[in-house]
C-alpha cells in the first residue's frame, strides 16, 4: 500500500524530486514527505506551502525557481545600471573638478598679471578713457596724458608724475626739534617716493618700489659704476625688460621659468627675487633675508624690527638722536604688496617703529610731510609698529655694496646660497 511506504522508501521519493527539480532541491536536499494515514502530503522545500500531489508540488516548485531565475537576472540588471550611474557621477565630479581648477588657474594670472591681458601700456589707456566716459578727464588731457606716456615708453624713463622728493630731509629737521616719545631715529639716505599711476594700479608695487630703492642709489657716488647705464629712474615696462635681461644672463632660472621667461607686456607681479636678481646683474651687492615665520607673541616678528635697526645703526657712531645714515632704504615683502624701509625709530620706552614708503601713498600724501606738522600727525602714514605686521612671513632685500666682476660670477654660480638666508626660529 501506498500509504505504507517506509522511511527509506519516502527518503527515495524526495531524492527523484531533488533530482529532477535541479538546484533549488540540491540545496535544500530533501523534500518533507508526510503520511496522514489516509493521504500523502508534500511540504515545500522554499516555503511552508503543504501539497496533496507530487504534481503540483513540482510545478510549484518550477514557479520558485522561475521566480528565482527572474531576480537573479534582474540583480546584475540593477547593478550594471548602478555601476554606470557612479561611473556617470564620477566622470560628471571629475570633470567639475578640472572646471574649477580651471577657473581657479586663469584668476591666479589675472591675479598675477600673467593672462595675457596687456601690460603698464594697456591698462593706462583703458583707464584714462574710462576717466574720460565718466567726465573725470577732458578730451585734451586725455591726448597729452597718452602722447606723455608714449614718450615715456619710448624712452624707458619714468616721466616722474608719481615722484614726492625730499621727505627723508623733511623728516630729519623734523626729528630735530621733535621732544616728545621718540629717543633716536636712523634715517636712510635720500629716497624718492614713487606711487602707483593709472598704468600699473593694482600690480605695480615691486616696480615702484625698486624705483624708489633706485633713486637713492643714484643719489650715492659709491653706485655711479654700477648704474652708469642706468642714470635716470627706468619706467615700470622698461624695468620688466632689465629684469628679463638678468635671466638671459642666468640669474634665478627658477623664478624665469615661472613668468615664461617675459614680463615685458604684462601685468605680472614681481617680488623680492625679481629684485634681487636684477640688483645682482647690475653689480649692486644685496641679499634677500627671509622672516619665514613670526618670531613673537600675536604673529609678530620683532626679529625683523631687530635686525632693521641693526643695519641701520651698526656704523653710526656717537648717540645723537638723528641719525642720517648714507644706507640705502630696504626692500620690504610679504604677501600680495611690498613696501620700502627708509628709517627706524626707537622709542624712550625701548619699543621699535619703522617708517614705510608705500606706493599706494598718492603724491598728495605724501606732500603733507614736506610741511610737518608740529604734533607729527603726518607720520602715521608711515610708522608700523611691531603689532602692525603680522602678515605670516616678510622678506627683505638690503643692499650693502658693489659687486666685482669675480664675485658677481661666484653669485652666478651659487645663486642657492646668496638668495635666501633663513633666520633661525
Known sequence: STTAMSVHECFSVSRTHLLINGLIFQTKNCISFLDTGDEQLYDCPMCSLTCTNIQILEEHVDLHLEEHNFSEGGNIRDLELAQQLQTEEDERQRSEEEKREREEFKKLQRQYGLDNSGGFKQQFLKNMEREVDRGRMQPFEYHKRKADMMESLASGIDDGKTKTSGVIEALCMYYQN???????????????????????????????????????????????????????????????????????????????????????????????????????????KCQIIDFHKPTGPMGTHPRLFEWILHYYSKDSEGGAKVVCTSKPPIYLQHQGHSRTIVGIEEKKNRSLC???????????????????????????????????????????????????????????????????KWIPP
Open 178 to 284: 621733535e621732544n616728545k616719545d621718540v629717543k633716536r631715529v636712523w634715517l636712510s639716505a635720500g629716497v624718492d617716493h614713487f606711487h602707483s599711476s593709472l598704468g600699473d594700479r593694482g600690480w605695480g608695487c615691486g616696480y615702484r618700489n625698486f624705483q624708489m630703492l633706485l633713486s637713492s642709489l643714484l643719489q650715492n657716488s659709491f653706485y655711479n659704476d654700477c648704474l652708469r647705464d642706468t642714470t635716470l629712474i627706468p619706467s615700470i615696462p622698461k624695468i620688466q625688460s632689465m629684469i628679463e635681461d638678468a635671466w638671459r644672463e642666468g640669474f634665478d632660472p627658477h623664478g624665469a621659468s615661472h613668468f615664461n621667461n617675459r614680463l615685458h607686456g604684462s601685468k605680472a607681479w614681481i617680488g623680492a627675487c625679481e629684485i634681487y636678481s636684477l640688483l645682482t646683474s647690475l653689480r649692486i
Open 354 to 420: 619703522l617708517l614705510l614708503f608705500d606706493p599706494g601713498c598718492s603724491s598728495q600724501q605724501m606732500q603733507k610731510l614736506l610741511k610737518q606738522n608740529s604734533d607729527g600727525t603726518g607720520l602715521r602714514l608711515l610708522r608700523k609698529f611691531v603689532g602692525s605686521l603680522k602678515e605670516k612671513q616678510y622678506q627683505i632685500v638690503a643692499v650693502d655694496g658693489v659687486l666685482s666682476l669675480e664675485e658677481k660670477a661666484v653669485r652666478y654660480q651659487n645663486q642657492n646660497y646668496f638668495v635666501y
